[in-house]
């Protein structure tokens, strides 16, 4: 026995990888040239075992990720249609023209000045010199208790064959299902095994594009839109070797949008106007017996529905097999170089001013699927029992964002070295909690400003023969945040209130917010020093002030000093 043994060698686990990519030579296209595209693919397939002697077969799992990026050159092609070239060339002459009549002083004809600005608004809209697209695809699924071997020659065996393993296409993240003739048919005697099945989605669109307006310009344009899905199937093994499953579903969606709705009195008379149309005369609201328009008030979808249309505005459709995601809209950049020249008295002690202007709007909602679906129990709101009517699919989360970071901002480099940074943001996130039917809009604006200069060639007391330089910078700013809760369901309940109520929603007003927040002040100085290309040092105290707008909470001041010192060591 100490040779020879009655154990034998068992694989733990087993793993394959496959990456490919590809990118087509379009220019060689005369056709095509003036764009590009390229795709990679990634994808796996492992294989774990079970401990010795637990009968409950294999773990598998595989991936799968495609990345798509295209660009369209479209500068070139538009560079190349006779229609714009003629219009370029008639900008051109038009625009010394009018700078012979500045010099030459004669009066302004408001149909040449229509026609110039009419001209250079339509180069302005055509003045992309690319479209960037990418989009990318990835799953990953994985299934417990699996019967098979994992070697890759065993996945061409035939249907009768004894010994089997994944399918090809599963092994590279193709397919995504097993089927359940390769599971365990029977677990241990006298107990129920559970053989869960996850399946993960997740795919993201984006596109960008820039404009250049104007000669010192630009317009930065954005969309974006990702949505994931998460699907676990419980499957359950009796004794018997009979299946038996419960199926879970949750996700997300996400999208550029433009955050320019009415708010929460919109989204309160909606639901109002909802509750109305449903009263046929008796004390119950049911779709049903009212308008049979789909909506119910309080429902989650229809909550998902004002919600989205109160707070995006107006022609914010949706796309997506649960309609659930907004149509993207494109966030944007405003730069504008060169404004030094159009600053009075302080503009020639400025050797570059840039304005910036930033806009990033967000909406996101999380969903799951309902296990319990049709015609729900009555429930009670004020003097009315509401029949709620419950979808396949209802949203569990909701969240917009309007952000302006920053509103505006100057940077300013000055002759003297001196840089200076001003800026103002404001943004507004707000929240919907299903469950409890609350908003929250959590207001944010505030003053922002920095200051960066370096002292050069600086000899220390104690290193005289070291000359190097100090950067210094002093960043303050001051901000206002406020959050206030709006309760919805009390406010539906309390105008619902009355057996008879006057049906015009106007008439009606919900109760003002619980409102909380704070004011902050932030503030640092920082000195950095730099003995020589592997040794830095860093000096910086930071002043925190917050005073809670609220009673309930004290204010709070901090005082934090750092210092650090900085050596790095390179082994040849």
């Not at 733990?12 to 005369?30: D, H, M, V």
């Not at 799953?139 to 020659?153: I, P």
């Not at 018997?240 to 199926?247: A, I, K, M, R, Y």
């Not at 404004?339 to 050797?351: A, K, Q, T, W, Y």
Request: hydrophobic share 30%.
């Amino acid at each position: 026995k100490i040779v020879t043994d009655t154990l034998s060698a068992r694989r733990s686990n087993y793993e394959e990888t496959y990456t490919t990519s590809w990118r087509p030579n379009l220019n060689r296209i005369s056709g095509l040239s003036w764009m590009s595209y390229s795709a990679s693919y990634s994808g796996g397939y492992g294989w774990t075992n079970s401990p010795r002697g637990s009968d409950l077969g294999a773990g598998v799992s595989n991936s799968f990720r495609l990345d798509h990026t295209v660009k369209f050159g479209v500068g070139d092609l538009i560079d190349k249609i006779p229609f714009f070239q003629k219009m370029e060339a008639a900008d051109a002459e038009a625009s010394r023209a009018r700078n012979q009549e500045v010099f030459k002083k004669e009066e302004p004809d408001l149909f040449k000045d229509a026609q110039f600005l009419g001209r250079k608004l339509l180069l302005a809209l055509f003045s992309m010199q690319s479209i960037d697209i990418s989009y990318n695809d990835t799953k990953t699924s994985s299934q417990a208790g699996y019967s098979g071997e994992s070697q890759l020659y065993y996945a061409f065996s035939g249907p009768g064959s004894s010994h089997y393993s994944p399918p090809f296409g599963y092994r590279i993240g193709f397919q995504e299902e097993l089927p359940r003739s390769q599971l365990i048919q029977r677990g241990p005697e006298g107990r129920i095994i559970t053989l869960p099945k996850n399946n993960n989605y997740y795919d993201n669109v984006t596109l960008g594009t820039k404009l250049n307006l104007l000669t010192n310009l630009s317009l930065d344009l954005s969309w974006d839109t990702k949505w994931d899905e998460r699907r676990t199937d419980n499957i359950s093994l009796t004794p018997d070797g009979e299946f038996e499953s419960t199926v879970t579903a949750s996700g997300n969606i996400s999208s550029s949008v433009w955050a320019f709705g009415k708010g929460y009195r919109d989204l309160f008379e909606r639901q109002l106007q909802t509750a109305f149309d449903d009263l046929d005369g008796s004390n119950v609201i049911s779709d049903e017996t009212g308008n049979g328009d789909g909506r119910v008030v309080l429902n989650r979808n229809t909550l998902e529905e004002d919600f989205r249309n109160s707070y995006l505005g107006a022609g914010n459709g949706v796309v997506g097999e649960k309609g659930y995601t907004p149509i993207p809209k494109p966030n944007w950049r405003l730069t504008w170089s060169g404004v030094e020249d159009l600053i009075p008295f302080i503009g020639n002690s400025m050797r570059r001013a840039t304005l910036t202007h930033s806009y990033t709007g967000n909406y996101r909602m999380g969903w799951n699927l309902n296990t319990i679906t049709g015609e729900q129990p009555g429930q009670g709101i004020g003097a009315f029992s509401v029949i709620d009517v419950k979808g396949e699919f209802e949203p569990t989360s909701i969240n917009v964002e309007q952000r302006f970071s920053p509103l505006i901002q100057l940077n300013v480099t000055w002759q003297s070295d001196l840089r200076t940074q001003i800026g103002y943001d404001r943004s507004k996130t707000t929240s919907l909690a299903l469950s409890s039917r609350t908003v929250t809009e959590r207001l944010s604006k505030g003053l922002t400003a920095s200051i960066n200069y370096t002292f050069r060639r600086i000899r220390l007391p104690f290193f005289p023969r070291i000359k190097n330089n100090i950067d210094v910078t002093i960043n303050g700013g001051f901000a206002n945040d406020t959050e206030q809760k709006f309760y919805l369901s009390q406010d539906i309940e309390q105008a619902l209130s009355v057996t008879d109520p006057v049906t015009n929603v106007s008439q009606y007003d919900f109760t003002d917010p619980f409102i909380t927040g704070q004011n902050r002040i932030n503030a640092s100085v920082v000195f950095g020093y730099r003995f020589s290309q592997t040794v830095t040092s860093n000096f910086e105290y930071t002043f925190t002030k917050v005073e809670p707008k609220s009673s309930a909470f004290p204010p709070r001041t901090n005082h934090d000093i750092r210092f650090n010192f900085r050596i790095a060591i390179q082994s040849r």
